[in-house]
């Protein structure tokens, strides 16, 4: 597959197209979801510290939620759980 041109954000939003029902199907979806109703995927490693989320939650309080968070199709979280966790904190609904 040849590497898209543009500078990294640019690449970094690039989806690629595999095949024809991709092609005329989305790849992405934005949708609403309570809080409640996701959870971190089991596998992930990655933890955040103190500083970290209450850096985020002054951040989130002054501006909202900024960036998406993503999930797979059985409600794990892929990326985001720091926002997550904060929204939870901050007692948002949902994200």
Do not use: C
């Amino acid at each position: 597959m040849p590497r898209p041109e543009g500078n990294a954000r640019e690449r970094h939003a690039t989806a690629y197209v595999v095949d024809e029902q991709q092609r005329n199907s989305p790849l992405l979806e934005v949708v609403y979801l309570g809080v409640e109703s996701i959870r971190p995927h089991p596998n992930a490693a990655h933890l955040h510290s103190n500083s970290q989320l209450r850096r985020l939650q002054r951040s989130m309080r002054a501006f909202g939620v900024l960036r998406p968070v993503l999930i797979d199709v059985d409600g794990n979280i892929i990326d985001g759980v720091a926002i997550w966790l904060v929204a939870k904190r901050v007692g948002l609904d949902t994200i």
